[in-house]
């Protein structure tokens, strides 16, 4: 193996405040564990995570240079993961005064909406593309890619079982319940608002 130990932890780093910091996956993510339970919530996070690594591996394979060849293709996506967040931000909305259910959400489905959500963002793409062109030299051998990308998939497994873990608790439930039609139409705004810029902007 030829990648620098250095470049991992200076990837990592920056993968950390970028899960740090809030987005369209941190509010998915909180909501989906808050109102489904804990399993749920891990379950939606394996999705994300799973969808992080699989851009991280398009970018490592170069598939930004394909989105800069034919830029349809970064439009049709674009446009599709902006769809994908508004009908997302109107479900919520609608079901803001919605009391909370007794039955989770399934895994499977948690799962696949996490993936969903974070394929539908290519913006996550190029983020993994920006920061791979600065931190890891050309020229990776496979087995240096796949480390990379287990590297980051166990690094948001790792994160989003945590966060999982901490809203699940009943405190944090007893929260959300309290001020969920507020909470739902905060997030549904914010989300809606995510959409919207993934369509207006150029």
Not at 56 to 69: I, P
Not at 125 to 147: S, T
Request: proline fraction near 6%; include cysteine.
């Amino acid at each position: 193996m030829s990648l620098p130990l250095a470049d991992v932890l200076a990837f990592n780093a920056i993968l950390c405040g970028a899960l740090l910091s809030p987005g369209a996956a941190m509010l998915f993510i909180t909501r989906a564990t808050v109102t489904s339970g804990r399993a749920a919530g891990i379950a939606t996070g394996i999705g994300l995570g799973t969808a992080a690594a699989v851009w991280t591996l398009a970018a490592l394979l170069g598939l930004d240079v394909v989105f800069r060849l034919f830029p349809w293709t970064y439009t049709a996506l674009k446009l599709g993961g902006a769809i994908y967040l508004i009908w997302i931000a109107i479900q919520t909305w609608r079901n803001a005064h919605t009391p909370l259910g007794e039955a989770p959400m399934p895994k499977g489905r948690a799962f696949v909406s996490g993936m969903l959500l974070n394929f539908g963002n290519p913006k996550s793409m190029l983020f993994a593309a920006a920061v791979i062109v600065v931190v890891f030299p050309q020229g990776l051998a496979p087995l240096d890619i796949a480390l990379i990308v287990a590297n980051h998939w166990l690094l948001e497994l790792v994160f989003y079982t945590m966060l999982a873990s901490l809203l699940s608790a009943p405190p944090a439930r007893r929260v959300y319940t309290g001020l969920k039609p507020i909470l739902d139409r905060i997030a549904a705004t914010v989300l809606g608002a995510l959409g919207l810029r993934l369509i207006l902007e150029k």
